[in-house]
């Protein structure tokens, strides 16, 4: 016995004599196996291995032709491994949430499909999470997919919220992972005399309250919350958060996307139509945000509703709308070799109005920090200019970032990058800087720049979207290199001879003119 072993052994024995009980040994976790046929000593259904497991197993679930028709309730800390996410499938069946997490337990799902779920089905008073609810839960998904699923009670009473999942006083960490495909519902007409429509559930993808979210390398995609209902006077609101809502917590994005989602349109009204959804892709009230070489691309929030008098407002915030805090604590978003491109206020459509923020709308937010990022060919209502950025009494700075190529709806020659303040820190390239107050340039920054800059949102490598710069546009090799990091968006060695210095460019990619584009960990 050596002789930290002796004095083990010896407190152990001071601990015994003292009347304190010796530690319990740790309980091993196992494992249980699950298949269809419930062959080979495996159990035949993943809800019966639940019930068998205990604190800390592993349940495998074998992929089959077919899926797991089933609706799990977990109460204990529990790894759920499928074979993959395109083999092992469980299916709500649209009658209830494919997974509700009902205690404060830690959760880890991988490679496993949760599709077709349907929150408050059979009961008004649950509404939250058509695939997924954790409540109180530390829930991780892995190389998994959450598809199809929609909230919204029996009957259209209520909107509900978050399509995909929903986490409240929790963590969600998603790695590998997509949420696609997923709905919040609209409840229903209001024609009673004077009546006002409802508003649609929030958060397609994912709702995040009061909770710690996290996605890496992950993306949510296609999500869509629901209309308004329609009202005899006044038409409800589109749902908020098209791709995600986050209220009062922390989010962080690595290598990940945000695309393709919509907020919900107005509900029409017999006087007055509902005003479209906010946050096409984000709809962030009072959280912390970083965004870290990612992209929130090609988002739309809602058109306004029609009236008998007056149409509803196009939702602000394509890609990302931030609401400043209701809570002693500051929330800051940080934007950081990152990508905002092709969001769109009022679905783009040409007879829109009032929706401002094509990339970002901010309100009363504590600060916004851009730093070497792209917002690039995002469009506003006609009668807005903030095609950029939008900011409404917060502080937004901007360093070593492009801000260009932003329109109205009415087409790419009716540039305009910015409404309200914004504060340059330097080595900015924007194309139409018509904010007001004036944004005052400081060293490095280029206005009023024409010409050609950079291409729209496409593949150019890497894990998400980027804007690839143009031959000869004046980013490259024009950014500060004591505040470049050593990779772009895409992971790629910067700063390279794009040009005739060896400076980084200005925005989230670095052009490779001469040679192959390698990643930083080949160079």
């Known amino acids: 016995m050596n002789r930290i072993h002796q004095v083990l052994a010896g407190l152990l024995l001071l601990l015994a004599a003292s009347g304190w009980p010796a530690p319990a040994a740790a309980s091993p976790s196992t494992s249980l196996c699950v298949n269809q046929g419930g062959t080979g000593g495996c ?15 592993t349940i495998l679930i074998a992929g089959a032709a077919t899926p797991y028709l089933e609706r799990l309730t977990i109460n204990k800390s529990l790894n759920l491994t499928g074979d993959s996410a395109a083999t092992t499938i469980i299916d709500g069946g649209a009658i209830a949430q494919v997974i509700r997490i009902t205690a404060s337990v830690t959760v880890t799902l991988s490679n496993l499909t949760i599709r077709n779920g349907q929150s408050g089905a059979g009961n008004l008073l649950d509404q939250w999470g058509g695939g997924i609810h954790a409540d109180h839960a530390n829930l991780t998904l892995n190389d998994s997919v959450v598809s199809g699923n929609h909230t919204g009670g029996a009957g259209g009473c209520c909107g509900g919220g978050g399509g995909g999942i929903y ?16 709905t919040t519902g609209t409840p229903n007409a209001n024609s009673a005399g004077g009546g006002q429509g409802g508003p649609a559930g929030d958060g397609g993808g994912i709702y995040s309250d009061f909770s710690r979210l996290s ?38 994005l690595n290598n990940s996307a945000i695309v393709d989602n919509a907020s919900g349109d107005g509900g029409s009204g017999g006087t007055t139509g509902g005003d479209g959804g906010l946050g096409g892709g984000i709809f962030n ?15 739309v929030t809602g058109a306004g509703g029609t ?14 709308y931030a609401r400043g805090p209701n809570a002693p604590a500051p929330r800051a978003i940080n934007i950081e070799t990152s990508t905002l491109s092709g969001n769109a206020t009022g679905r783009g459509l040409a007879n829109g109005f009032g929706g401002d923020g094509g990339a970002i709308y901010s309100k009363n937010q504590d600060a916004i920090t851009v730093t070497n990022s792209t917002l690039a060919w995002n469009t506003v209502d006609d009668d807005k200019i903030g095609g950029g950025i939008a900011n409404e009494t917060s502080t937004v700075k901007l360093q070593n970032s492009l801000v260009v190529n932003n329109h109205q709806q009415s ?3 009716a540039v305009h ?25 400081t060293t490095g920054d280029q206005f009023y720049v024409g010409g050609d800059i950079v291409w729209p949102l496409t593949n150019n490598g890497g894990p998400t979207l980027t804007n690839a710069l143009k031959l000869g546009s004046p980013a490259i090799d024009a950014s500060d290199n004591s505040t470049c990091l050593s990779t772009d968006q895409r992971g790629f060695a910067r700063p390279v001879f794009g040009g005739a210095q060896l400076r980084c460019d200005i925005g989230a990619f670095e052009l490779y003119r001469f040679g192959l584009r390698l990643p930083l960990l080949m160079r």
């Open 167 to 182: 986490i409240g006083h929790g963590t969600l960490a998603l790695n590998h992972t997509l949420v696609t495909g997923n």
């Open 215 to 252: 996605l890496n390398f992950s993306t949510i995609s296609h999500n869509a919350t629901g209309p308004g209902s329609h009202g005899d006077t006044l038409g409800g609101t589109g749902g908020y958060g098209g791709g995600l809502i986050t209220v009062e917590g922390t989010v962080f």
């Open 411 to 413: 087409g790419p020659d």
């Open 43 to 57: 159990l035949g259904s993943i809800t019966a291995a639940i019930a068998a497991a205990s604190n800390g197993d």
């Open 307 to 320: 009236g008998g008098s007056t149409r509803g407002a196009s939702g602000s915030g394509a890609g990302l």
């Open 417 to 441: 990058d910015c409404a309200g303040a914004l504060v340059s820190l330097g080595y900015n390239l924007m194309t139409e800087p018509d904010c007001t107050p004036a944004i005052i340039a």
């Open 285 to 299: 009230q009072a959280s912390a945000l970083t965004v870290h070489h990612s992209t929130i691309g090609n988002n």
